[in-house]
């Protein structure tokens, strides 16, 4: 289904800019079934220029491309959805692809389907790490008012403040959908338990809770520390030899919003949970909305962990850890 904004005729010479040409263009091209060549003609441009301004319209929201799936969803997606109790979002890819390449086809493909997800009058929370950084690069606009964005967990160690990298994928979200942005301005890990409670006791930081507290979606990725591409918080420094010790022992299988879980969901007894500053699991589960994006097959035993203890109402992934998934 293709939905395009706005329903005025152009009108041959009149300028209009580029987003009235593109607009113009999209008119002709999804809704009147016109050519490349016959909308050049019409508008005085080349063809390839018809495709640049095709490209912008879906680009900046002009044009809205959903792909409706026949009898309902592929083989995949409906497997996933009767084990796991999840709407998933498959993306075929070859075998071949790099894990790069994976991960990128994956992040575009989550940036065409989040914004069906939000509306305005809606908080979204937003994870970062290295999928929701490339999600936050693909993210066409959606002109909507009165939402917000809001951190779903601290950034800082003792390299960095972690501001930088975590605003930036904020702002592209703020900027796609006109959102006021709030970020948490604490680190992912705090030294000491009794400094996390101290700080959640003061006002500017319970208003970000509370903002936290009052999502309609969450957007996530899933962190493993046995993936190829690896998730920042295992690789950015976030985590001391001894952290890593102390999951092991734990047997701590992955994470989500750097609060860590294990193979059967479970995750209040996991230590480092105690310093962490990412939201409560169990507050999270009552999120209406939670999509989680992964792609990669060293990702299944994280996501197939995170689904199973009800942290996923939507997930995306890559054709090759889909068929993980339902293997066994």
Not at 117 to 129: K, R
């Amino acid at each position: 289904m293709t939905d395009i904004a706005g329903e005025r005729r152009p009108s041959r010479g009149r300028r209009r800019g580029r987003s009235g040409d593109a607009l113009a263009a999209a008119q002709m091209y999804y809704m009147q079934d016109r050519t490349m060549e016959a909308i050049a003609s019409e508008l005085g441009v080349s063809r390839s220029s018809v495709s640049r301004l095709l490209a912008y319209a879906r680009d900046t929201g002009i044009v809205d491309i959903r792909i409706t799936a026949v009898a309902g969803g592929s083989a995949l997606e409906r497997q996933i959805r009767d084990r796991y109790l999840v709407a998933a979002h498959v993306v075929p890819m070859p075998s071949t692809v790099s894990e790069v390449d994976r991960l990128e086809r994956v992040a575009m493909t989550a940036a065409r389907l989040v914004p069906q997800f939000v509306d305005s009058h809606m908080t979204v929370g937003v994870a970062w790490g290295s999928t929701l950084s490339a999600l936050s690069r693909h993210l066409p606009s959606k002109e909507l008012h009165n939402v917000t964005v809001v951190q779903l967990n601290g950034a800082g160690n003792m390299q960095t403040t972690g501001i930088e990298y975590a605003s930036e994928i904020l702002q592209r979200f703020g900027e796609a959908f006109g959102a006021r942005v709030q970020q948490f301005p604490v680190p992912a890990f705090f030294d000491d338990p009794a400094t996390r409670a101290a700080m959640w006791r003061e006002r500017s930081i319970r208003r970000v809770l509370e903002i936290q507290a009052r999502m309609d979606l969450a957007v996530f990725g899933v962190g493993s520390p046995a993936a190829d591409v690896p998730s920042r918080v295992y690789a950015g420094g976030y985590l001391e030899r001894e952290d890593f010790r102390s999951l092991a022992e734990d047997k701590a299988i992955g994470d989500v919003a750097t609060v860590f879980y294990r193979g059967d969901g479970t995750w209040r007894d996991i230590r480092v949970n105690a310093r962490a500053t990412g939201p409560d699991l169990e507050r999270f589960r009552r999120v209406p909305r939670r999509v989680c994006v992964a792609a990669g097959v060293h990702k299944s035993a994280s996501l197939r962990s995170a689904m199973l203890a009800g942290l996923v109402t939507d997930v995306v992934v890559d054709e090759a850890l889909a068929r993980d998934l339902v293997s066994d």
